[in-house]
């Protein structure tokens, strides 16, 4: 990798790059290889996870059979990000690893499209969902990311972006957004006006489940500790708040689990006979109590649920256009001051996504 | 039946009327009985409906065990209360019938409720779906209805008003919304943004798939021959418009039929492989051609469905508070002015519901 | 109660006694008091329910509206009618009780009938399904059981029972088979052909999993402890058996639950990715981790499951009619020897139902 | 093609018939291109099909990258086969073409295998459902089909022979009894004991339909023109079969459909109020009225289904070895013989398939 700072690449020169200007030497090899700008995990520091961020400049992609390139125009940041650069859920033979899951960017074509993030097995045509399908992966995990000038994909994960979203706004839908548009409308068939708990307000998938759940109709009421974040979330729509743990005025339709430990318990006593819990992550812990007496004697369902389809996304895009749904996004910035938009969400003092933007 | 013109009996007058007022002599008995202000199907005329229409005094309701009586404050018009008039749905020796099917009012414990118009047929305790129990009946069928003073029905049958509704706006969604929300919410399974064909814009049960569906954040496409009422679809939330019959941008997931034989064809043609009809009226008639090649071969599938059930009825009232979906009024008028209504709705100057109070 | 020593009233006798000899007083009532022989739970004792078991004389039922009598002709054992002699379940108010959830007999007009135990609450009419009402009971918990000449039930708990099936093996069907049915078939939408693992081979519920599993032609794996126990699971139609706990050959459909802590950990890594657990019982404790990462990474469900519906019911029993199955039945006696099968169930030493017969 | 008289060709010789002998010239090619032998359609005769049937050399398959090569041991014929060589379904540019669906073999590691004769579109990856492509195809209709010494196909569509199953009766299945297994089990959610109509008896779909869904536990009810047909179809396992329109003894939950006009009225009135027709054919005509009034009144669902998936067929065949279910075959022959065989299914003196063996 050829030592780029960020700190002496500001955003307007990085707007002025062509492509031709990037040509260059890479890995020793004498041939003119394309070269972009690029976030890139350099190596894994589980204790300082931004010390392993490196910045410049890396190989353009080259397009299998299939696969397409497209110019990126935004990007947002997950904690997958972050876990990357500890050295989780990757291993060091694919370093250096450009980061990011989620984009929007303009096709071959000059179409306006949305990246889906989700990359199947090759051997697995034909597996009727993605996200079963155990040789899948994310963006940036076996492939690379979406931090960077362009990126490569298959064909078929690019979703057109509706006009009434911008690059901005589109680019923070593919994880966050999708793992809750999946949750509570792939996991359970709820009527309109039914009534869901969300665990956790403040979490990125918490903040989308707030939103989307609002929009589709339902009722949303929201736990967390911290009583701004409850105060946040009535602001966007969550119908009540309440502290962790508390009793409800009534018993849910559903509960929507991101927590884990420190909340299971409150999700099974809060729901009706025959209600639904959906699940996708465990940030407090995986392993409570499971408490199986009462999941029969009440004929409750636990559903696990991660990330969503290419079509699911498709149809979350077109949610949001037709609802005016809007995600909350905490800062802009370009895609050269990216280490700043890591610390921000690594000292945990976001309300919504990070976006870069190119 | 008491003569009792309405012309005689202004709004004002009529909501002085105490319950003690109205004793006097009914059916020639000479016990006093409880009387009160109703409007009666008398009897049936088919080409001048209106003719059977009859405003006057008639015995307050004496709720058997596990029924109850409430106030009514709203109710709304149906097209079912012209075809009772007309002696469609309903056999002679049912008559006077007491008309409507949709009312709002004050329960006993002053609770402000909603009435469910589908009452089961009590040997049928247990039957899983009202709507499905072959001797069920909407009020005014079998039981006395809702444009009355009072009116007695099953326990069960109340739901609770949310506050954000009036009274008004409660009484017309008991049958029309309540139709169109399980045609788009109970016999499918659509993920929000999908996209949702609503054939015969124009219609009560259209329009309400339209305000409820968009609510959900679904695409919606409607047809229609008359642009004024395509304009108006628009105006309440519907996507595009399109003539009927009129080729479609793209495919779409399901489609919302109560047209019938002027549209079954389209309907079929639109659908993308694997997408659904919902039907809950033909109203330009019921036996088109099935195109059974094109249902099998595309995988279609055509769902029946009529009315809801109670706990979609709570349900959707829920969803109209948290949306903020509100049911399209064209005029709002006492119980007494109810032939106004009537003559509005058969002359077919409406756009909303009519709806009368007390 | 009368006095009425099981050992002195062989099932001879017990066949000759009419309604009308069984007379006399009860309760220090002077009035004549219709009697019928009954086995009743006359007290509680945790330690030696036998003890609390008793035989004799009880007052014929006095059905209420929309309720009906039958003349009992077999009637079957369960693990319920040990727990409720030990006080669990069941407060002692409502001692004494007559035991017994599984009945078949004739009814008034002389139809061989079997009888659904679940009785939903009279306040809960119009709930969809009774078995999610939480104010319903089972025979011998709130209504007097089916360890009786005579018993009365909510008409519409009767179900036909079809010829091909004797009253004896009918009245094993109402509640373990019945469990297993709505595990199987109605809790989760397995097409057939698919691998379904049972946990426990051996219980009454896991016994009727086998039977009904394979019956329906799904591949039955089954765990066991004891070797005799896998043996005769084969025996009766499992495809293979397995130790508990063992590596199985393949990732499995589904997992039919009733062990609990024994069994979870196995049961969620035996499942393939977007598989289900089925679990209706927790015999070995309630409380495993709930490993939510597992659950939410490989997209698995866990559904609670508790009895089934009369609807259910009814076609358990066409099911066994068309598909030749037969409940095991390990022994069968007259009522009056229903200590014997109370004994043999205490001791753990029985394979199939213990059958009472009248 | 080369002459190659199927008089002259007996089964003894066929299989003595190894690789290296059939190469030799085709087309006017001067290279060596090793052949094989193969019953094909040389061209099409609407009026006497089986004049266009011919036998004799066809080149060997060269895979492309994905696929792979089976050596057939058996291969059953198809109404589609006689369809192909009318001209109904395929174009003519597309001849000569390889006959035949259904084929059972070994592949390249000895493995014996099944076929799954739906190929979709190589640009439909990540196409859930591959029935749904509209882009897929049969083999025989894009690639050569199965009746041919080898047969390439993508990798994926192989699925296991079960042991218990022969290599004829194994090559029955891939499109007649898949296209009655997802009828029954994939497009309706029937518990077992439920009652089913099936429309048609002696039909092939129709034949599979009664062994299917008796052998998962349904009360299958048949009608029929014909008598012959109607006491086969018991002997098979229908529970009562009844003349065509005939009343039945109660309504039915679902109605297996694969003949349109002539039962389509029928089909309708035999359904219980919500109940299902899963339609995957209507060989009497497609355009009957479509009855509206009566599915919406009654909550009617009218389903189409077409073939099935490489998953369903996976199943499928385990369904059989488990259950018991071997198909009806009426006679099997050398695959040299084939004219005798589309004789048969010409005149339709039939009952059960026609399996080729090699």
């Known amino acids: 990798m050829i030592g780029w700072s960020h700190a002496s690449t500001p955003g307007s020169l990085l707007r002025q790059i062509g492509r031709s200007a990037l040509t260059g030497t890479v890995a020793g090899r004498a041939a003119r290889v394309l070269l972009m ?16 961020l490196e910045l410049g400049e890396r190989p353009e992609p080259s397009p299998p059979d299939g696969w397409t390139t497209i110019t990126v125009r935004a990007a947002s940041l997950n904690h997958h990000d972050v876990w990357t650069l500890r050295g989780v859920g990757i291993s060091a033979d694919r370093l250096p690893m450009i980061l990011g899951c989620d984009a929007s960017g303009v096709d071959a074509d000059g179409n306006e499209v949305v990246v889906h993030a989700v990359v199947g097995d090759p051997g697995s045509a034909g597996v009727a969902d993605e996200t079963l399908d155990p040789a899948r992966s994310l963006l940036s995990e076996r492939y690379q990311g979406t931090f960077a000038q362009r990126l490569a994909v298959p064909s078929r994960n690019l979703v057109p972006k509706p006009a009434a979203l911008s690059f901005e706004q589109a680019a923070c839908l593919p994880t966050a957004y999708l793992t809750a548009y999946r949750m509570l409308f792939g996991k359970v068939a709820l009527e309109p006006g039914s009534t869901i708990l969300v665990q956790g307000a403040g979490g990125g998938v918490a903040t989308a489940l707030i939103l989307l759940g609002r929009a589709a109709g339902h009722r949303i009421w929201v736990t967390s500790r911290d009583e701004a974040k409850r105060e946040r979330a009535v602001t966007i729509g969550a119908d009540q708040a309440f502290a962790t743990g508390a009793r409800l005025p009534e018993r849910v339709d559903a509960v929507m689990e ?13 729901l009706r006979p025959g209600g639904t819990i959906v699940i996708s992550g465990a940030t407090s812990g995986s392993m409570p109590p499971a408490d199986l007496s009462r999941v029969f004697f009440l004929q409750l369902s636990v559903v696990g649920s991660t990330m969503g389809s290419r079509d699911q996304l498709a149809r979350l895009l077109r949610f949001c256009a037709q609802a005016g749904v809007r995600p909350v996004i905490d800062r802009t910035m370009p895609l050269d001051q990216a280490p700043a938009g890591f610390e921000a969400m690594i000292s945990g003092d976001l309300f919504g996504k990070v976006v870069f933007t190119l």
Request: aromatic share 10%.
């Open 37 to 52: 700008f690029a976030v890139t995990a350099a190596r894994f520091d589980s204790a300082d996870p931004l010390s392993a």
């Open 258 to 270: 991101t927590v884990g430990e420190a909340t299971w318990s409150h999700s099974l006593k809060a």
